[in-house]
T-cell receptor, first 109, second 117 residues
Framework: GENVEQHPSTLSVQEGDSAVIKCTYS??????FPWYKQELGKRPQLIID?????GEKKDQRIAVTLNKTAKHFSLHITETQPEDSAVYFC????????FGTGTRLKVLA | DAGVIQSPRHEVTEMGQEVTLRCKPI?????LFWYRQTMMRGLELLIY????????DSGMPEDRFSAKMPNASFSTLKIQPSEPRDSAVYFC???????????????FGPGTRLTVL
């Protein structure tokens, strides 16, 4: 069935360093790839998204890249800050999303 | 914009009882999704409505679960009878279809934390 794999499951970085989270998907029909950030006890909130006709998108310290041929997409966070600590989910889909299993990011001050 | 509204925020019930979760999507959004989140299984899509019609309910775990959307402003997810393994956070999300392609951002509600004893 359709699947989204996400790695790593946990990631610890020093404040100011970069963090990279990678996802792969199986459904070739997927054309929309959002990333959500979920803080403890809160709802998932969209931080950035990319569509299949774009290879890269950047918003301040956050960037996402997409390789449709390889069915890979990645989230890059630069100059990490303690408030970036959260669980990050990738998703892939069309009318519905399949979510990855999440990455718990810890930014150490 | 008030965002997606869910009620109750917390529900504690005993095994065998009926549970009803409620959702009001963002005004103008015509797609609504119910998700379940647990540590073991992550975020699972239970059911998807478009223009108040259930389109995909392949994620509904079993017949004890049912969902309705009587109008564009309201949806319910019902569990009857509830079991301890139903304990989870249930999220409702909504989006707006554009050009017939359902690839718009989904906005999540605050969730309902359900505990079945």
């Amino acid at each position: 069935g359709e699947n989204v794999e996400q790695h790593p499951s946990t990631l610890s970085v020093q404040e100011g360093d970069s963090a990279v989270i990678k996802c792969t998907y199986s459904d070739s029909a997927s054309n929309y790839f959002p990333w959500y950030k979920q803080e403890l006890g809160k709802r998932p909130q969209l931080i950035i998204d990319i569509r299949s006709n774009v290879g890269e998108k950047k918003d301040q310290r956050i960037a996402v890249t997409l390789n449709k041929t390889a069915k890979h997409f990645s989230l890059h966070i630069t100059e990490t800050q303690p408030e970036d600590s959260a669980v990050y989910f990738c998703a892939a889909g069309t009318y519905k999303y399949i979510f990855g299993t999440g990455t718990r990011l810890k930014v150490l001050a | 914009d008030a965002g997606v509204i869910q009620s109750p925020r917390h529900e504690v019930t005993e095994m065998g009882q009926e549970v009803t979760l409620r959702c009001k999507p963002i005004s103008g959004h015509n797609s609504l999704f119910w998700y379940r989140q647990t540590m073991m299984r992550g975020l699972e899509l239970l059911i998807y409505f478009n223009n108040n019609v259930p389109i995909d309910d392949s994620g509904m775990p079993e017949d004890r679960f049912s969902a309705k959307m009587p109008n564009a402003s309201f949806s319910t997810l019902k569990i009857q009878p509830s079991e301890p393994r139903d304990s989870a956070v249930y999220f409702c999300a909504s989006s707006r279809t554009s050009g017939g392609v359902h690839t718009d951002t989904q906005y999540f509600g605050p969730g309902t934390r359900l505990t079945v004893l």
